[in-house]
């Protein structure tokens, strides 16, 4: 079954076509990120117009670089929940055009559901349930995937992301946007023990995050202290990914030791997946590694090129929903602000 998936939620116009939910045949992304970089984040209504631009072009760019042609394609798969309004809406309705134009089955997609299949794409053996981390510009989530499409979520962010407080702080330091790849490497240079920066909710027994605190603490300690660029950058990050890692650890052992959750008891967890923007992070990935080697559990990341926004892993959700059943009318609509229950 080929499956063109789009995705338009955030700063990235993207077309994908793949088949039978495994084979990427190709992934077209076009990057907005040049325009808004000079202003430090993503500006909604710049986003918008441009994804009016791009989207024609990117889709036309998907079906021929894979050698195909839309008469060929069976279904689309759309995001149309959890991002900017103006953004999805362009998406939304170039996939109701196509779909109508094709008579062909259409699909709505919870964003951050197409992040946890990015790694499912990447990782066809990956155990099933396991625990999702979905960390990037947009969200910090940690969430039990039961089965394939059945979610719990178990904690989200209270404030900002993990990839907003990077891409702010390094604003912040005048380092230029997107903030986590800069970081990620100027880190590589600092001493991660340099600054003692605040792990906000470690230790309480609740698998929320907030990271508003941490950003606070960097910037009145660039007030009050001389500094090194990328000591602060390598302490910054060290308190981010210790956060993260040891709220995913949290999570796996309340579930390794079938905990009641609010819908039942959870089965046993071996396997972590970490996935969005920041699941490129080098040192995320090295200390996850680590832990997960002490604790014998196994953790999967996807290849790079799935980790940040694309639409191979919004084609790949729609394979296994439109097996499922699962057909959306030319009623769908744009959720902004949907949780990720309602993608059940
Ligand atoms: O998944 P994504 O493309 O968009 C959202 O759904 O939000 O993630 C973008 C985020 C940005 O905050 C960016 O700074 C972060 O991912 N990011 C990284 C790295 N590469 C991208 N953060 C840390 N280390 C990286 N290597
Ligand atoms: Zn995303």
Known sequence: MLILGIETSCDETAAALVADGKVILSNVI???????????????????????????YVIKEAIESAGKTAPEIDAIAVTSKRGLVGSLIVGVAAAKSLAYALRIPLVGIHHIEGHIFANILSH?????PHVCLTVSGGHTMLIYVKDLC??????DTLDDSAGEALDKIAKFLGLGYPGGPVID????????????????????????FSFSGLKTAVINTTRHTDYHVPDIAASFQEAIVDVLVSKTMKAVLQSVSGAKSGSGTKKKVSAISVTGGVAANRRLRKVFSDRCQQEGLEVFFPQALLCTDNAAMIAAAGYARLRYGEVAGLDLDAIPNAPLESAI
């Open 150 to 155: 059945k979610y719990e979520v178990l904690g």
């Open 185 to 208: 490497m100027l880190s590589t240079q600092g001493n991660k023990s340099a600054f003692n920066f605040p792990r906000p909710i470690l230790r309480s027994k609740r698998l929320d």
């Open 124 to 128: 066809p053996e990956m155990p099933i």
């Open 30 to 56: 076009a990057s907005q990120i040049d325009l808004h970089a000079k202003f430090g984040g993503v500006v909604p209504e710049i986003a918008a117009r441009q994804h009016v631009e791009a989207i024609g």
